[in-house]
């Protein structure tokens, strides 16, 4: 079943736990957060910055209405540094100007910006609309813990979704 864009009835979820992690320097943020719709390139975004950004951070994925924590550094959101562009995810946004060079980041960017820049023209059956699709169930199903470790095993492959990375 396909979901349209606003898929997602709001949920607050605390992002940022899982495996272990080095500190990340202390001239760093170590929260971010963002508010609204749960849509696959926030949580992508999300799962990136406390993976590979700033590992050991908190991210925050708070519902709409909810007041900004203390010092945190939003993202995803309008006239945050870290945002969506006409042509470009917040994911991507994010690994261009961390300067992160990484193959498999990069090839997961390009399965977030056809899922957020080209839903409607998502190719049944395609990788990206596995990704995209695979997503969307599980932050549907509220289960951060699950969306993470698809996130983790798609890294891990490489980017390459196929069939492993995409059974859950």
Known sequence: MRYAPTWLAVLGLCVGCGR?????????????????????????????????????????????????????VPFDMPAARWARHPRRSTFRTILEME???????????????????????????SPAEQFDQTLRDLVIAGDLQATYAYLDSVYEADGAVGADAVSR
């Open 20 to 72: 272990p992690a080095e500190q990340a320097p202390a001239s760093s943020s170590q929260s971010f957060y963002s508010i609204g719709l749960h849509e696959p390139d926030k949580v992508c975004s999300a799962w990136v910055i406390s993976r590979h950004i700033r590992p050991g951070a908190t991210v925050e994925l708070l519902p709409q209405g909810s007041a900004p924590p203390d010092g945190a």
């Open 99 to 125: 300067e992160v060079d990484d193959r498999a980041l990069e090839n997961m960017a390009s399965y977030v910006d056809t899922a957020e820049l080209s839903f409607w023209s998502l190719e049944p059956g």
